[in-house]
Each structure stands twice: as structure tokens, then as C-alpha cells.
């Protein structure tokens, strides 16, 4: 695994990128409560950089409170406004990616509260970092846990993964996009039997499934996120994020729609430098340096 490079703390310039507002953007904080945060440099001149985030409260298996999807949600936004990083990477510490929500927290409240306070919307907020996010997914990813996995652009995971939606058996259901994501991910007989049973499924089976991209050896697994994240990194950055958006508005249209959005964007990759530089470097067999214009 590539040295680690101390967090880096800057402030947020790029306001208004994204279609975010500008209040959203923060800079990447020294230390945090809840996970770590921190980057791993790309050895490649002129390739971008890989952020990690490590969910951190491995005695309680990484269970999603609120405090620790704050600090899960500031540091993809400060990574997200930080020019050198290109992908991030979340993972979990110790024998869970999170096995799911706090369930002491979430169980003292009342629907008035539920309600009023839209509870687990926030979560979504992952879904709306442009830069890529890959999941490295170690043992449990469950409730919650799977949901989170599920609202990442990748996901890989260990052999010794497990994922499911046992919310049924807690006299709820997923609350966090389980029952939307789900489908898209495995098919409808497969997600109803999932979340109507609570049974979970491992890597093997996820993989089969195409919930999950691959498997990859639990001693590695972080290594091989970070590296993915490594060659996402030498590609041009416009061009990846416009395929990010792509991809995920397919979820959202009709084909037609959909292949009518992916046309414009690829006709404006003709008025970057990016386009121009890729081009030229592919026609006279040289790599490409990319400047993210």
C-alpha cells in the first residue's frame, strides 16, 4: 500500500461546481470523531490522487449514527473540493464495512420525530459527490451498511463479506434507499427475497448477483480500492466525472432521454483541452497529461 500523506486541510474555492451551493463545501478537518481521513498519493506525475475515509467505531461494527454520517459526509465533500483528489475510497475498520444503523439511537424515536426531521435523508448526500466512490466492503455490510455500499459509484469487497437488508426482522423496512437501490442492482426476485426474508447473501453470491463489481483478498482489499482509485486518477478528470453523471442518470429517464444526455456531454468534451490533449497523446503514443480543462 502506498504511504500515507497527512490530511490535508485547505480551504474550499470552488464554490458553485457540481450544482452544489457553496455552503456545502468545507475544508477536510485535521482529525474526526467518527472515521479517518486521509489521502494516498498517486505516483504518476500530473495523476490524481486517491482520498480514504474509514468508518471508525469498530467496537460498535461501524453502526451508522448520525454523528458518525456527519463526518462521513463532510470529509467526501472536502475531498470532493480538493483538486488533487481524484476518487474516494470508503472502507470500515475492523471486521465490519458498518453493520448497520444505531439501532439504540434510531430506537428511542417517535414518528412525530421521524418524520419531522425527514430522518436518513441526510445519507443520500453521498450520492451527490461528483467525484467517484468505491466501496471496499469487509465483512458486514448490513441494514444501513448495505445501503451505504449500495450508494457508492463501485463496490468491492472481501470474501468474507455478508450483505442484506434485515430490516423486516426489527418490524421496519429499509429506510435508506434499500428498497429502490436494490432492484436496480440484482432484479426484483432477487431484492424481494432479500428484504422480505432478511436473509443475507456473501461476496460470492454478490458478485454473481452484480451487486458488487469483484472480490478481492480481505489482506488487500483497501490496497486494490486505492489503486483502482489510482488509475480512475490518470484519466481525464472531466471526462470521468461526465461519465459518473451518465451512468447514474440512466436510473432516472427513458433510454431515449438517456442516450440524448450522454450525446451533449460527449459533444462538450470537444471544447476541453482535455479532449484535444487524450486525442494528440493516443495519435503519436505518449501518455496523455490531463489538466482538467
Not at 470552488?14 to 498519493?41: D, I
Not at 472536502?78 to 448497520?100: Q, S, Y
Not at 481525464?236 to 447514474?248: D, F, L, R, T, Y
Not at 450522454?262 to 462538450?268: T, V
Request: aromatic share 6%.
Amino acid at each position: 500500500m502506498n504511504k500515507l500523506r497527512s490530511p490535508i486541510t485547505r480551504l474550499a474555492n470552488n464554490a458553485g461546481r457540481g450544482g452544489r451551493s457553496s455552503r456545502f463545501f468545507s475544508s477536510l478537518k485535521s482529525s474526526y470523531e467518527f472515521v479517518l481521513a486521509s489521502t494516498h498519493p498517486n505516483e504518476k506525475p500530473g495523476c490524481l490522487d486517491v482520498g480514504l475515509i474509514e468508518l471508525n467505531q469498530p467496537k460498535s461494527l461501524n453502526s451508522l449514527s448520525d454523528q458518525l454520517f456527519d463526518d462521513l459526509i463532510h470529509a467526501s465533500r472536502a475531498f470532493d473540493d480538493m483538486d488533487e483528489i481524484g476518487t474516494i475510497v470508503i472502507t470500515g475498520k475492523g471486521k465490519a464495512f458498518a453493520a448497520g444503523a444505531d439501532i439504540p439511537q434510531m430506537s428511542k424515536k417517535e414518528f412525530h420525530q421521524a418524520y419531522k426531521a425527514n430522518m436518513f435523508s441526510q445519507w443520500a448526500d453521498v450520492t451527490k459527490i461528483s467525484k467517484p466512490i468505491i466501496a471496499a466492503v469487509n465483512g458486514f455490510a448490513l441494514g444501513g451498511g448495505c445501503e451505504l455500499a449500495m450508494m457508492c459509484d463501485i463496490i468491492i469487497a472481501s470474501p468474507n463479506a455478508k450483505f442484506g437488508q434485515p430490516e423486516v426482522n426489527l418490524g421496519i423496512i429499509p429506510g435508506a434507499g434499500g428498497t429502490q437501490r436494490l432492484i436496480r442492482a440484482v432484479g426484483k426476485s432477487k431484492a424481494m427475497e432479500m428484504i422480505l426474508t432478511g436473509t443475507m447473501i456473501d461476496a460470492e453470491k454478490a458478485e454473481r448477483d452484480g451487486l458488487i463489481s469483484r472480490v478481492v483478498e480481505r489482506e488487500v482489499l483497501v490496497e486494490e480500492a486505492i489503486k483502482m482509485g489510482h488509475l480512475i486518477g490518470e484519466k481525464g478528470p472531466i471526462a470521468i466525472q461526465m461519465s459518473k453523471e451518465c451512468v447514474n442518470i440512466a436510473d432516472e429517464v427513458g433510454l431515449e432521454q438517456g442516450l440524448q444526455f450522454e450525446r451533449r456531454l460527449f459533444h462538450s468534451l470537444f471544447a476541453t483541452k482535455d479532449q484535444k490533449e487524450g486525442m494528440d497523446a493516443f495519435l503519436n503514443k505518449r501518455h496523455p497529461e490531463f489538466k482538467s480543462s
